[in-house]
């Protein structure tokens, strides 16, 4: 191919002929391949790998008792065991609720309106609520916990009754036992409203400012600019966040153990994660079975996996993931 | 920024009344935490006593506890090494599945949140199954690469809504500059993402800064033992934890988060626009 | 509506881009903003829409201040230079998007989207997005969403500049009967000055953030009043001569001849100002001076040459050096003209033709009786070089000296 | 050996024990220990570092070639973090010789094949003779003795003798309640009365009569075998369930919870605040751990005049006649089977388990002797806490070994939330922890 | 370079938006592609970049096939309809960028993007972010980044649809400059006819995705191969007609005379174009039809009349209903021309100035003599109007039927 081009373009054509014909057909796997590989391998080894692992696990009794060599197939038995278990129902309401209502109130929710709220705000104000909402996440599980309890508490402990008190109002005794379900909610979601929040934010701020303007000038008050033309834009954060964090507190634990432990009383607010780590994996007394913990992690999956699934059809993942535009390269 | 839009846009006072109720429960429960790092014991918002006592953990090093400066700089390190290999793993991935003709992008996409459902801890002993047939089991390089896995989907996810919004023009303009598509990336691509960069790498170095359990039960004798490590010492039994202690260290502990939040906050709301109809 | 700008002035740290700007903008005119790039057209207008907030001087709509009046209170229209489309919208909701704005009937919205999408041609492309669409697509679909909602003010910043010269004559004429119809004041700035010439009632001819010139397209193009709008308006733009006027004798400098003024003006040096289509192409010898054809552009049915008197020319007592050294003309003839590139051609400047401007300030010098309107008698298909043919009477040229 | 050992790096690490060249022909062999416990507690780590003299000496007597050190650490950990973390490293082969854990390890980590038995060592030690039998019962499974006991702990029912003077009571009265409660003449029924009577009387408030801890543990086992309860059957080693004796227990606390003296939200509750509630005397009667004194001491303010008013006993029989009962959760060190040298490993744990070493523990910590010689320290004997609760060992019943305690455990804890919480009577919490126990555990337990 | 498409096809999905192309393009050559809005072209351009690849055909770079080579490795500089500049760098960068890409030495970096700067007149804004300049300047910047790298291929999608006239011209002169003097191919989208004409060697006119012309745009202007080009080419636009041919008469729809053609064609169903310019207005009655002056456009130093004929003209046998209903024309006479709107006048149509285009397939009847190039004789300076006044005599007018 080069030699015809050089043969027969003047001396600079041949040059450049040279060069492009040089430039051999591009691989445009290449990059794609360089770019993935790491990645691919990382996640397929040190994820993709153990999740596999997991799942297989979920089919023996391995726990510490047997050590990770004597262990025995067993089968569906951890699931069997699973489905006969009677408050695995009750575990799985609450788990429901957990989710849904953190989810919808606090990480999608309060999120969002956090993200908007804030980006209302001049640059330097908007930072500094964005900072305050992050401190959840960067405070110590045990000590935004401890922080919460020393809320809820009784007088004279409780902050909470103690400002009820100041305003004259009612004090109640413990709160985490008179209101589980939205003290263990919001615990959740004051930590979990933060990732939204900065999500969120990054997205809106990437929203071209002359199509906002020019929203304005259409007669968009702030209402109708929010929603006609900023949330639309939030489709795939949304999506994401959603999906994503539907899946981080379905297998979330850490704040109820701390919080409530599963109670007050019969499992009020133990949820499906917590369940597994205390039947399963907790190593207080004895022995963690590591085959029913993945069978409950398994389940949990399951879920998530269903759930992933509706979102991508509520999202239309298809066209969220739009072929690249740059065709040779 | 969407409150400096128009000039003549009167200052959002909704967002000052919406935010200020939601936001104070979150100041008064940090108020509280200063104030109880400094006393004797709490009642609500009444401190009982002054006290330093509870720093204490600074000049006077707990004989048998561990050393705190060793401790910070270990969960420093640690929390820098997943930041930036999180940062930089997840950002080509997802150039490469939001940007480049790759087989099965969506497959992959899907997969990552598929994966997510796992939680964590049952991962645990896959994980360690897995590090100690690969000789990683006790090495500092073994939990990073598994802290980084396990986040890995969360910031591809993150930074592909990212790439998405950059305009194509700009990276076939730097192609026909000459460019290589991975210069373009480097370059153009990359910078004007800085904002998804840096929210990437804020949630990255807080969940390296926050990780206890990875380095402490797949790395037990690495020097990898953490702040939080400590901080769960403290509060380990319950029943005869120091809270006051407790609260003076995870104020010290949240400290250099906060200063690299807000040193970060500066990148995280910029985003560069212009020089594109669109 | 009538707007009325007064002393507005905006700055962006330290760049001025508009500086104290007043206007009054009659109701129900088309108003041509014209001016060069970073005159600060555009700012002019963000002004207008709301979103930029003048740094001083106050903005009336119809005698309200409107400085602080947010843009979606202001009832206007606006395509923007980057036609800013929603991204996540199908063309039909980006049209229907003002509407949907004043809550209309669904029903309503339809009609009056399919109307305007018909109108400006985009009726086939009404449920793809704006990624999917050609560059003067985007513009037709920007300019249907100015224009549905009626608004009472239309801002249109280069609003056709994507697309060919059919497709914007069209639009053109759709802005403005659209703008008559509703009888709306509407704001356009455009570079291309036929545009402007075509469809504005009024032209503002800004440069620098300031108005150098205002008046009608026609009173513009044919008087203008300084030299800078002599020279922005008008295609392709005027020759520019130094000279000097002396009672009603006027001296061009490299010109071996006096030109005479049909009327005394005041002793000055001038800017001498011609457009290329009164420049006469003759044969070697018979013009006021001598040159050589150096370029030929074809402009369809016209073409424009350029001549270089240059050194060719016998050097010339009183005249200035620097003039005479490379005089450079360029006249518009006939597409169909033999002129041929080298060729020595003599140039011939009909006196009434001539703009003349005080070097000192740019100001027109005014000569009644100069590039005044004629009525042009028998058939009415007069072509510009009859105008030529009877001139030669009024020029008497005489020896320099 | 010559200059040196020539063990390559990696042994050292898999075998946790290293060497490197001493005295001409005497090689050092490293051990490693991993301990766990506040700081209080260290003496679990430093008794095993200071043994490692004694140990060298009586080597050198013995003319051995060998020396020992040792590394390791002592670190204050939630147990389940610990005990896996201990776990994964002896899966990888990188366990430390010596492991101090909870005894109820043993079974598991027995079955796992993590630790060794320790009978070929610990039988001719004078120490075996020493400590208490009923210790070496909790650590002994399948007939083999799998570690030695570090320390153990009374969990007594407090009491303010203040407050019971207020009720009328002589000093004497006061004086005599252990030993009635230890004989059985006063039962938890009296203990309801007793606590109401405290309220009713005004000297602590509603609700605040009679406490336990407010999270899981074993505390709440000592009603259960108050009320005749057993929990592991000792043929077979599976777990007991006494549906009757739960009946009992649950009904008691339904009891209380009715009385008033036990308030609805007790279990959930905050452990610092429920320090500062219990040490500000605002509680009548409360089972808690006998090393909280300690804590109470130095964290809550606790005064010596205080410490004086503390009154103890045993948890009361539910039925007349019976012995007061209490629960100890004894620590152990146990051996690895990943140590290359058991033999001095355990004869490292046996040097620190001396009378001397475990007393300084003891009386650092608040934990009870494990040796019958350490009563006789002078510095046990001057505790005056340590001296009276010292007679509890003997009462001191333990937690089963058994793979499945902790399941057992949940169920059981979870039916009597509920039954303080008043979500369920105490004949449903009954069934459901049946049905639970049945659906997890299957056969290894037995229901009675 | 060379260029050459086959058959070059692009689909997005349904749609195709380039169909089929065929051309060759000769190095050195600065070629034109015009064509309406969403016709492809920018399409082209960015097959050509090699940012996207055709569905079909192939793309040959001196006979290399390089369909599959990266834009990076193909040396070709592109301003953008979007400018695309980088947003996070300065316009100084914007424009080092692409020598930065060839690891130039700094203060040869500097050098170029100065000169560059000065060129294009950003000078005073080499440290602004794109954010911060006006769209013209935004366009100039995009123009001296594709510029600076000297390039081997030169893609310019609308490059001056942002800037005034005058800078325009200067503009266009300056990338004339630099591409001859570069001696690189070129290849400019664009729909600004004049600008077409003035700068191209070649243009080439697309339709929907198809190549339906090219040539030389004197060619082009004066000989449109078919009606599309004829309509598109030219501003302002032909007017058109229809009739028949039989032999050397033409029939025209609506006009009671026949026109003598200079020599004889295939009988066949004709569409008549003629330009503006070319129509003149006469008395009434003086002409081939009547009408009225419905609109006057004025446009600079000419203005567009448009003359309705419709009903005025009294139904004429062999004439076709429809034409004849509403004839509507238009003509550019000088500005100062004294036509009124409502005025009745005559129009006269020249049969040299007519182009006649086959009604089925749109091709162009071809007829000796007709708009030929012909000498001018005598002063050089002659107007269109000479043509009409030669005329008359060719044109014997004979009654319909
Ligand atoms: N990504 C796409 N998906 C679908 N259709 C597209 C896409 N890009 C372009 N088109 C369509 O292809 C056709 C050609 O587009 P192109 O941008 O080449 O037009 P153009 O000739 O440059 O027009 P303009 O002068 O308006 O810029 C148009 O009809 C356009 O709507
Ligand atoms: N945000 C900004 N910061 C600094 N300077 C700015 C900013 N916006 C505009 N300018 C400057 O203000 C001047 C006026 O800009 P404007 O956009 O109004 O120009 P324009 O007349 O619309 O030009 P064009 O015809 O090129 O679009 C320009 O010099 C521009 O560089
Ligand atoms: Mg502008
Ligand atoms: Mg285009």
Redesign the pocket.
């Known amino acids: 191919m080069s030699e015809s081009g050089a043969g027969t373009g003047a001396a600079s054509h041949g040059r450049a002929a040279a060069v492009l014909a040089a430039a051999r057909p591009a691989a445009p796997w290449r990059l794609g391949a360089g770019f993935l590989l790491p990645f691919a391998l990382v996640v397929a080894v040190f994820f993709l790998i153990p999740a596999v692992l997991t799942v297989i696990l979920s089919l023996t009794d391995v726990s510490v008792a047997t050590g990770l060599r004597d262990f025995r197939w067993v089968g569906l038995e951890n699931y069997r065991r699973i489905l006969t278990d009677p408050v695995a129902g009750l575990v799985l309401r609450n788990t429901l609720l957990y989710v849904g209502a953190t989810l919808t109130l606090f990480n999608v929710g309060l999120a969002l309106v956090l993200a908007l709220a804030t980006a209302f705000l001049p640059q330097r104000w908007g930072g500094f609520f964005r900072a305050v909402w992050l401190l959840p996440r960067i405070t110590p599980s045990v000590v935004y916990v401890l922080m919460w309890k020393y809320f809820a508490a009784e007088p004279p402990y409780g902050v909470i009754n103690q400002v009820l008190a100041a305003l004259g109002l009612p004090a109640g005794g413990n709160w985490l036992y008179e209101h589980p379900w939205p003290m263990v909610i919001a615990i959740n979601g004051f930590v979990g409203a933060s990732m939204g929040m900065i999500i969120f934010s990054a997205a809106i701020q990437a929203i071209p400012r002359e199509q906002l303007i020019a929203a304005q000038v259409d007669g968009a008050g702030t209402w109708a600019l929010v929603r006609r033309v900023v949330l639309p834009q939030l489709r795939w954060p949304a999506l994401f966040v959603a999906a994503y964090q539907t899946l981080s507190l379905l297998a979330s634990y850490e704040y109820i153990l701390l919080a409530t432990d599963g109670g007050p009383g019969f499992y009020t607010t133990e949820v499906w994660a917590l369940y597994a780590f205390h039947t399963a994996l907790s190593n207080y007394f004895g022995n963690a079975q590591y085959g029913l913990g993945a069978a409950l992690a398994t389940v949990l999956v399951v879920i998530g996996l269903v759930a992933s699934v509706l979102y991508l059809r509520f999202f239309n993942f298809r066209q969220l993931t739009q072929r690249p535009r740059i065709e040779v390269s | 920024m969407l409150g400096s839009l128009s000039e003549t846009q009167r200052p959002a006072r909704w967002a000052w009344l919406l935010l200020v109720p939601v936001t104070l429960p979150v100041l008064l429960l940090y108020a509280w935490l200063l104030v109880a790092s400094w006393s004797d014991g709490m009642e609500g918002f009444r401190p009982l006593g002054f006290t330093l006592e509870n720093w204490s953990f600074l000049w006077q090093p707990d004989p048998f506890g561990p050393n705190i400066a060793q401790l910070t700089l270990n969960t420093l390190l640690f929390a820098v090494l997943v930041a930036v290999g999180e940062v930089l793993l997840a950002s080509t991935a997802a150039y490469a599945l939001a940007r480049l003709s790759v087989p099965g992008r969506r497959l992959w996409l899907a997969m990552l949140i598929v994966l997510h459902a796992f939680p964590g801890i049952t991962l645990l002993v896959a994980l360690f199954l897995l590090l100690r047939q690969l000789g990683l089991y006790d090495t500092l390089a073994g939990v990073v690469l598994a802290k980084i896995a396990l986040e890995l989907p969360f910031h591809v996810w993150v930074l592909k809504g990212f790439y998405d919004q950059v305009s194509w023009d700009h990276e076939m303009a730097a192609l026909l500059d000459g460019a290589s598509r991975l210069t373009t990336w480097w370059r153009v691509v990359l910078p004007i993402i800085r904002p998804g960069l840096m929210a990437s790498a804020v949630f990255a170095f807080l969940s390296g800064w926050s990780e206890f359990l990875l380095p402490y039960v797949l790395a037990p004798g690495a020097d990898v033992q953490t702040l939080p490590v400590y901080l769960g010492s403290l509060l380990s039994q319950a029943d005869v934890a120091r809270y006051g202690t407790v609260t003076a260290v995870a104020v010290f502990y949240m400290i250099p988060v906060m200063l690299v939040y807000l040193f970060l906050q500066r990148y995280l709301m910029v985003l560069y626009t212009g020089g594109v109809k669109r | 509506m009538r707007i009325r700008l007064d002393g507005v002035t905006k700055r ?2 330290a ?1 001025t ?2 500086d104290g700007l007043t206007l009054e903008l009659e109701p129900g005119r088309l108003v041509a903003l014209l ?10 207008l963000y002004m207008l829409a709301g979103v930029l907030r003048p740094t001083a001087g106050d903005i009336y709509f119809d005698d309200v201040r409107v400085n602080d009046v947010p843009p979606q209170r202001r009832n206007v229209g606006m395509v923007f ?1 980057s036609y800013a489309l929603y991204p996540h919208m199908t063309v039909f909701e980006n049209i229907a998007f003002p509407l949907r704005m004043q809550r209309l009937p669904e029903g309503e919205i339809r009609r009056r989207v399919h109307e305007m999408a018909e109108l400006v041609r985009v009726e086939a492309l009404l449920d793809r997005r704006p990624e999917q669409l050609s560059g003067g697509q985007q513009q037709r679909v920007a300019l249907a969403r100015a224009l549905v909602k009626r608004p009472a003010l239309l801002l249109l ?2 609003p056709l500049s994507n697309l060919d010269a059919q497709l914007r004559q069209a639009m053109r004429a759709e802005i403005r009967r659209i703008q008559r119809e509703l009888g709306v004041t509407a704001v356009l ?1 455009t ?1 291309d000055q036929t545009e402007a010439m075509t469809i504005a009632d009024w032209v503002v001819v ?1 440069n620098a ?1 300031r108005c150098v010139a205002q008046g009608t397209p026609y009173e513009l193009y044919q008087t203008p009043p300084n030299r800078f709008t002599a020279s922005f308006i008008g295609h392709p733009p005027m020759n520019w001569l130094q000279g000097r006027v002396s009672g009603t004798r006027l001296q061009v400098d490299g010109l071996p001849v006096y030109l005479p003024l049909p009327a005394a003006a005041r002793d000055d040096e001038v800017a001498i100002g011609i457009r290329p289509h009164h420049v006469q192409l003759v044969a070697p010898g018979r013009g006021h001076l001598d040159g050589r054809v150096t370029m030929i552009e074809l402009l369809g049915h016209e073409k424009l040459v350029t001549v270089e008197a240059g050194r060719s020319v016998a050097s010339m007592p009183g005249g200035a050096g620097d003039g005479a050294a490379g005089l450079r003309l360029q006249a518009l003839v006939p597409a169909d003209a033999a002129v041929v590139e080298g060729e020595a051609v003599g140039v011939r400047l009909p006196v009434s033709r001539l703009h003349l401007f005080r070097l000192s300030d740019g100001s027109r010098v005014a000569l009644p009786g100069a590039a005044a309107r004629r009525p042009v008698a028998g058939p009415v298909a007069a072509a510009p070089g009859d105008a030529v043919a009877d001139e030669p009477a009024e020029e008497s040229a005489g020896t320099a000296g | 050996g010559g200059q040196g050992s020539q063990a390559p790096a990696g042994d050292q690490e898999a075998g946790g024990a290293g060497s490197s060249g001493g005295e001409q022909g005497v090689q050092t062999v490293t051990l490693r220990a991993m301990t766990i416990g506040k700081p209080t507690e260290h003496w679990r780590f430093d008794n095993l570092k200071e043994a490692v003299e004694r140990l060298n000496q009586k080597l050198e007597q013995e003319g051995a070639n060998v020396r020992v050190q040792l590394e390791g650490t002592h670190e204050d950990r939630p147990w389940d973090e610990y005990k896996q973390r201990f776990i994964l490293a002896a899966e990888a082969g990188k366990a430390p010789d010596i492991i101090l854990s909870g005894h109820e390890d043993v079974a598991p980590w027995a079955a796992a094949g993590h630790i060794i038995p320790l009978d070929e060592y610990v039988k001719d030690s004078p120490v075996y003779q020493d400590v208490f039998p009923t210790l070496w019962e909790s650590v002994t499974l399948d007939g083999k003795i799998w570690g030695i006991p570090q320390d153990t702990e009374a969990r007594p029912l407090y009491f303010w003798k203040s407050h019971l003077k207020q009720l009328g009571w002589t000093d004497e009265q006061i004086a005599q309640l252990p030993e009635r409660i230890e004989k059985g003449e006063f039962t938890l029924d009296d203990l309801l009365d007793l606590a109401k009577q405290l309220q009713d009387r005004g000297i602590v408030p509603e609700g605040q009569g009679l406490w336990t801890r407010p999270q899981p543990g074993v505390d709440f086992y000592m009603f259960y075998l108050a009320y005749g309860g057993a929990m592991q059957d000792p043929e077979t080693g599976k777990l007991v369930l006494d549906k009757q004796a739960l009946l009992k227990e649950y009904q008691f606390f339904a009891r209380a919870r009715e009385l008033g003296v036990l308030k609805p939200s007790l279990l959930g509750t905050d452990w610092s605040i429920w320090h500062r509630t219990v040490t500000s005397k605002q509680v009548g009667l409360w089972v808690g751990g006998s090393w909280q004194v300690a804590e109470w001491q130095d964290q809550y303010g606790l005064s010596d005049a205080d410490v004086q008013d503390l009154g103890y006993a045993l948890l009361p029989a539910g039925e007349k006649g019976q012995p007061g009962v209490t629960l100890s959760h004894p620590l152990v060190y146990m051996v690895t089977k990943y140590s290359q040298h058991p033999e001095l490993a355990a004869r490292l744990i046996l040097e620190a388990t001396n009378p001397e070493f475990n007393t300084r523990h003891a009386v650092e910590s608040n934990h009870l002797a494990i040796m019958k010689s350490q009563l006789d320290q002078p510095a046990y004997k001057e505790n005056r806490l340590l001296g009276d609760l010292a007679y509890m060992v003997e009462y001191a019943g333990f937690v089963p070994l058994h793979e499945q305690f902790g399941n057992y455990d949940q169920a059981i804890y979870r039916g009597l939330s509920a039954v303080v919480a008043g979500q369920m009577t105490p004949e449903q919490a009954v069934d459901t922890v049946v049905q639970q126990l049945q659906s997890q555990l299957r056969d290894e337990v037995i229901i009675r």
């Open positions: 962006f740290g760049v881009a508009v001016g060069p790039s970073g005159c600060g057209k555009s700012t002019t230079q910043d280069e700035v570079h800004m953030g």
